[in-house]
């Protein structure tokens, strides 16, 4: 099994639907076998989980009777997994075409990675800021006092970063995706 994707749910049955939509898509370019989803479902009262067994019966579905939480709703779906490779979705995500086979062709090659993330794209198709530096106390302050604009010392200049070109980051904000090695 090369990759396990999980996506948590809560009353976010149409995102949720588009999402799986764009997940569907990207494992057509891998064997079917090789790819596992899963949707765990905090309680939502909005017709998700009927709406995932219906439109994506290759889903694994883990409802819940209440909301559990979004770190404990993964954990759920983590002690299921068995890919090599761990995708961590939020449901309002849409997954852009080969999104997925390029993060594990990149695991793949950089087996000393720990975890890779990818380019994050608002709606519009600008740049979402998706990772930063260690907030420390200085850091804070100057940013606090936008000198940011000035000197970058409490962000990363993604702006400016180019596309092609991987790059270490001290910290991710929570996935809106990721991609983690199984240790």
Not at 11 to 18: G, I, V
Request: glycine share 4%; proline share 7%.
């Amino acid at each position: 099994m090369n990759l396990s994707i999980i996506i948590v749910n809560w009353n976010t049955r149409e995102l949720l639907a588009q999402c799986l939509q764009s997940v569907e898509q990207n494992v057509r370019t891998f064997k079917r076998s090789n790819v596992q989803t899963f949707v765990v479902d905090n309680a939502s009262t909005d017709g998700s989980a009927a709406m995932v067994r219906e439109r994506f019966p290759w889903v694994t579905l883990i409802e819940n009777t209440e909301n559990v939480g979004f770190a404990r709703a993964n954990n759920q779906a983590l002690r299921q997994s068995a890919g090599r490779y761990i995708v961590l979705l939020n449901s309002d995500t849409k997954v852009l075409p080969g999104a997925l086979p390029t993060l594990v062709d990149f695991m793949d090659v950089h087996p000393e990675a720990g975890a890779c993330g990818p380019r994050l794209l608002n709606a519009d198709g600008s740049l979402q800021p998706s990772c930063h530096p260690i907030l420390t106390p200085g850091r804070e302050f100057w940013r606090l006092l936008f000198l940011d604009k000035l000197w970058p010392r409490a962000t990363y200049p993604q702006h400016r970063w180019d596309e092609q070109t991987p790059r270490p980051v001290e910290v991710s904000r929570a996935p809106a995706s990721c991609c983690a090695a199984r240790l």
